[in-house]
Each structure stands twice: as structure tokens, then as C-alpha cells.
């Protein structure tokens, strides 16, 4: 076995006693692993934070960073299958394409899609598919009710042009975001792909956190006379059915 497979077999020895946790020779045991092989894996885990010792009982349990990761795979595994009901009723009742989206790091992330087989245009929002934030509807909804240290990252980078449409001034950008704050959706109209408009929502958490954005996308020409009050609260509405407030 390699040495990745040896590190998830003591991780999974170590996480199946977590209650009271497991020493070193009961690891041994466990695994059957060579002593200078188990000592080496254990030591780089406990330093990665993925394991943690504690000196008082020499027992060594799963770790702050490995409970981390396991809770933003289960968060975000929960809220689309939380979200899924309400996107596929926005899809019967308006149509055309519906996403939800997560933000991780300076990107967004699509995590669910429900899209009509005879939709006209070809979309780039593939399940797992990143995103840039200042271009997009959901996006646009992320970096507004994020956090000022998210802002700041992505204000200090190059915002990339992608069509005439997008947004690459700073200043302009920040006023949208505040335009978004205060009207409670977002808009992308033509700004990442020409041809399609869309109107992006907040889902929240139950500390009232923004956890995740659906969106509505729709070719532009639906809208050239300008999206209906009624569809853009259509969309919120749904973004409140999903939200855990």
C-alpha cells in the first residue's frame, strides 16, 4: 500500500474510536502498519492538524483541520440537497436554467444545475465548474455579502474582461455591490457570456450568513423590455424557501 492509503487507513482507525481516541500501539494493532511507517504518517498528520495528540492519555483523535474539512463537505452536500426541491420548483415556474452556487476562496463554485433539454444556448456552468465573482449574478451576490477581506482580495486583482459588458473598474464594481446589498438580487446582463441575462439571489444561513446563491439564466432577448418585478420576485421568493432563516 502506498503511503497515502497507510495515512487514510490510521485515519480511519483514529476517527472509528474518536470518543476515547487511540494510542500509539493501538494504531499499530489496528493497522497491522510497520512501526517506523505508522510513527513517520502519525507525526505528519499531528503537524497538519489533521490528527491531534493529547499528552495526559497519549491517545491521538481526529484533528481541527480534518473536522473542518468533513464539516464544508457535509455543509455544502446538505444545502443542495436542501436547495434541490426549490430550484427544480423555480425551473417549472419560470423556465429556463437554474443554478446554485457556493463561494470557496475568490471563486464561486456550481453545485447544482437543472436544465431544460431544449434550451437554446450552451452554458458554462458545469456541476463543480468555478466561477469569477465580479462578472456573474451569483457571483455579484457572494462578494456583496461576504466578507471585506474577500472584497479586498478580488478588488486587488486584474478584473478580467469578458465582454464590453463586465465590470473591470474597482470603483464601479464596489457601487454595484451596493447597489446588490440594497435591492437584494443581482444582475448579469450580458457580462460573462453575450446573449444571457442573469438574476441571482441570496440563500441564507441560519445565523443569517450568506451559505449559497441560486440563480435564473434566460437569453437576453426575454428581457430587452427589462425583467418583470414578478419574475425578480419569483426568484427571491424561492431564495427565501431555501434559506434556514
Known amino acids: 500500500m502506498s503511503s497515502l492509503a497507510n495515512a487514510f487507513t490510521i485515519l480511519e482507525q483514529v476517527v472509528a474510536e474518536q470518543a476515547g481516541g487511540l494510542t500509539f500501539t493501538e494504531i499499530l494493532q489496528c493497522t497491522d502498519l510497520p512501526r517506523s511507517s505508522a510513527h513517520r504518517l502519525i507525526k505528519e498528520l499531528t503537524a497538519l492538524n489533521v490528527l491531534s495528540y493529547e499528552p495526559e492519555t497519549k491517545t491521538y483523535r481526529g484533528g481541527f483541520s480534518l473536522a473542518a474539512l468533513g464539516a464544508q463537505i457535509t455543509s455544502n452536500l446538505d444545502i443542495r440537497q436542501a436547495c434541490r426541491p426549490v430550484l427544480k420548483s423555480l425551473q417549472d415556474t419560470l423556465g429556463n436554467v437554474v443554478t446554485l452556487s457556493i463561494c470557496d476562496e475568490d471563486t464561486g463554485i456550481y453545485i447544482d444545475k437543472i436544465e431544460p433539454s431544449d434550451f437554446g444556448l450552451r452554458l458554462h456552468s458545469e456541476i463543480g465548474k468555478s466561477f469569477p465573482l465580479h462578472c456573474t449574478a451569483m457571483g455579484k451576490i457572494h462578494l456583496a455579502h461576504g466578507t471585506e477581506a474577500l472584497r479586498e482580495r478580488v478588488l486587488s486583482q486584474k478584473l478580467d474582461s469578458y465582454t464590453e459588458s463586465t465590470i473591470t473598474n474597482s470603483e464601479e464594481l464596489l457601487a ?70
Not at 426575454?222 to 434559506?243: T, W
Open 176 to 245: 454595484e455591490l451596493g447597489r446588490v446589498r440594497a435591492q437584494g438580487y443581482a444582475l448579469d446582463d450580458e457580462e460573462i457570456s453575450r446573449g444571457l441575462t442573469c438574476i441571482g439571489a441570496p440563500i441564507f444561513g441560519l445565523s443569517g450568513e450568506v451559505i449559497a446563491a441560486m440563480s435564473l439564466t434566460a437569453p437576453s432577448h426575454v428581457y430587452e423590455d427589462g425583467i418583470p418585478d414578478k419574475v425578480i420576485q419569483i426568484i427571491l421568493q424561492h431564495a427565501e424557501r431555501a434559506s434556514l432563516r
